[in-house]
């Protein structure tokens, strides 16, 4: 049960190391792109592995509602239908019911709802949750939560904290033993930090793969962020990975990274790669801007991904404006590309001990910001 | 100037050969995908060659009006601008400029109009036209000319076949003489023979490196196009390619290539592509129909596109439901692959004398149908 993690190297609270599934390695510090509906929107499954994705996640909720979780199952599982054969994560659904379904009625059971597509009727719950993660034949499943959003008052927070680790336990009993695939429970309680503690012993007696740290990126800002994170990952289990759910952009994964974080998944650099945003060392570049316009360059030109290797500015800024899907299309690969990117630096930076110097570096050039017009004719 | 081009092999009507142009060559009969705005939309260059396209067509009214001409030019022309460095052949604007600008106002010098996405004032001539593809690059130019709507009475025809030819005359020489470039002029004159005959014969007249049929697939009907079609290649020079403007259905470029037409453009393709619609060899198949949503079968069995080589019927089915851009890049994908596969069969058919044979196998196949609906668990 469970997968192998092996920890190659550390570098303060950072990790480097290998989380070995039965469909391939996971190379961690991890960004994990999201294929919400069975695709990472604007890109082949070939072309998320050329990026360096190791594994993708896919979301519970928009699958069970469309196509639904039999189907897929009847369809030979998530991996055939979307054409991916390496590790896929699921979310278990209890963030997004509470988000995007209406007519929701929460109660010990679980989450009564209607979709947003159809109106339909469905229920999620540990035990539902755990089935359709089973249809869907998801290598890493995650426990069924709540998550309130912040702020909320502490009892609140403690009430729905409780609320998920009671689900917690029965996500555990209905998973059962299951070779070849991962469970991952999820660490709640807010900016709390006895809740916080009080979740993650709860979470340690029952006994998971992998544990998440969720109910931030909710709105609460990068410093209370931050400052949960300075002790929440350290409550978790050393020898398992530590999944920061929903998190983030580029100088949040790196401050994660550095206090022990070793998973990611983010829609950003997919969502903004359809609003005309590229994400660069130097900082989010907004292509639909007029400076764009008749600049010869590339996005990055130390970017080796296929819009910056054969693409100028003036072109991207082009598709963008006039919404070519093709501006989607290279945009997405290119943030994709530089994510993992990212993640790679990052992971070689811990691996020879240099954290510190690679971080000073990010944010430097994060600081210069992105490269300045050109000047003269045909600028 | 022009471009050789060898006619290997003829039955028929129909010839097969290739256009020798200096950025590679043309295989014929050529099916031309269209890239409208520099893009051939939801398809990167690279997969558009995949599919077997030598060239691509660009299109010389939406691009003067943005990006502009003059910026394609000083960014290195529409080859590297859009990242594509085959054949492209641009049109002339005529036919667009009358289908989409505003305050249009037709003179023995051109046309004023208003663009149709800022409203701003320009004005296309035989020299303009000829300009902004000299910017552009294009490899293949196409001659300034009028296209009417039909039905439209045979003075109204008459007139404007007689000042396209006074502009085909103007076209070439505002072209003049540009080594590696070929200028193309455009038969016109409706459904009336005799009028196709003297457009012909002025054209010949003036001299080009090839021949446009213009003023076809206009609302016509497939039996009045080729009723034309039955005599107008004639009229045209043999030893140079005839090129069958906005055409067509599959039906309709088979019926063309058995009538002597060496080249085609189409957003049929592409445009049904982000519809949902994909074109095999049974004939067109919406993918958003309810049939196909447990279907494990792909779009065809035979073809070696990576829509039909990786994913199921059911997957197409629930991304074009979904409306996730995979739908439209995967059936343009196909669908242009298909294109070209029906080309390719029609070139080897031409090459072997066996061209009936191919026609009946096409026809046959497409009265079939699409495959039947599986029945049974899981259907």
Redo the contacts between chains.
Sequence with gaps: MGFAFDIHARDGCARTGVLRTARGDIRTPAFMPVGT???V????P?SVAETGADIVLGNTYHLML??GAE?IA???GLHR???WDRPILTDSGGFQVMSLASLRKLTEEGVRFASHIDGSKHMLSPETSMEIQRLLGSDIVMAFDECPALPANKTRIADSMRLSMRWAQRSREAFGDRPGHALFGIQQGGLEPDLRAESAEALRGIGFDGYAIGGLAVGEGQAAMFGVLDYAPDMLPADRPRYLMGVGKPDDIVGAVQRGVDMFDCVLPSRSG?TGQGWTRRGPVNLRNARH??D?RPLDADCTC?ACR???R??L???V??D???G???LTWHNLHYYQALMAGLRVAIATGTLDAFVAEFHALRAEGDIKPLTGE?A
Tied chains: 1, 2.
């Design positions: 509906a069975a695709t929107k604007a890109m082949r070939e469309r196509p189907r009847r369809l030979g239908f979307m054409n359809r316009r008749d010869p296929p054969s693409y100028s003036a072109y800024h082009h598709v404006r006039a070519e899907i093709i989607a299309m290279l045909g």
